[in-house]
């Protein structure tokens, strides 16, 4: 949740292809898909490494669904678009933010393979929404100060930030 300071701290390069990384991306995969999200990046879930997952509809309306190791941000559009953005550790709260239309990320997949992704429309939103996580900034830290601190105002409690009844 914001206020963690995992989220506002650059994270660290993974250095190991092991099966605690293949468990981590897999249990990231459950909990994102458990939160109803379109993306999820490790330190979301308390893990200072430089990884996300993501399952997530591009600009034609095409499921994407994958993960990245280590990414790096290639090419970016000139394009801009202003959609709503929200994420999982705001609960609540969407507000519009501009970005570019399409972005490339490059890295690796949880066997060191290089892998790359461009993507457009939403996709784009959320490959640099989630590659922002993993240098420790949140979509409200684009926003200016009063909106940043309005949409902070909106958080509602969720099943991951309010105790269970009961
Ligand atoms: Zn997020």
Same mark, same amino acid.
């Given at each position: 949740?914001?206020?963690?300071?995992?989220? &506002?701290?650059?994270?660290?390069?993974?250095?190991?292809?092991?099966?605690?990384?293949?468990?981590?991306?897999?249990?990231?995969?459950?909990?994102?898909?458990?939160?109803?999200?379109?993306?999820?990046?490790?330190?979301?879930?308390?893990?200072?490494?430089?990884?996300?997952?993501?399952?997530?509809?591009?600009?034609?309306?095409?499921?994407?669904?994958?993960?990245?190791?280590?990414?790096?941000?290639?090419?970016? &559009?000139?394009?801009?678009?202003? &959609?709503?953005?929200?994420?999982l550790s705001v609960p609540g709260p969407y507000h519009e933010l501009e970005r570019p239309t399409q972005a490339t990320v490059r890295g690796f997949d949880r066997n060191g393979s290089p892998i790359e992704a461009t993507g457009t429309g939403f996709f784009a939103r959320c490959l640099l929404h989630e590659y922002d996580h993993l240098k420790?900034?949140?979509?409200?830290?684009?926003?200016?100060?009063?909106?940043?601190?309005?949409?902070?105002?909106?958080?509602?409690?969720?099943?991951?930030?309010?105790?269970?009844?009961?």
């Amino acid at each position: 949740m914001v206020g963690d300071p995992v989220l &506002s701290t650059p994270c660290r390069e993974v250095s190991a292809f092991d099966a605690e990384l293949g468990t981590l991306i897999d249990d990231m995969f459950a909990s994102m898909y458990v939160a109803e999200g379109v993306g999820l990046a490790a330190p979301q879930v308390g893990v200072d490494l430089r990884v996300f997952v993501y399952d997530c509809p591009d600009a034609n309306g095409v499921r994407q669904v994958g993960h990245f190791v280590n990414p790096v941000l290639g090419p970016l &559009s000139s394009e801009l678009d202003d &959609s709503e953005e929200g994420c999982l550790s705001v609960p609540g709260p969407y507000h519009e933010l501009e970005r570019p239309t399409q972005a490339t990320v490059r890295g690796f997949d949880r066997n060191g393979s290089p892998i790359e992704a461009t993507g457009t429309g939403f996709f784009a939103r959320c490959l640099l929404h989630e590659y922002d996580h993993l240098k420790g900034l949140l979509f409200i830290d684009h926003l200016p100060r009063n909106r940043r601190r309005r949409v902070l105002r909106e958080i509602e409690p969720y099943e991951w930030n309010a105790p269970l009844p009961g």
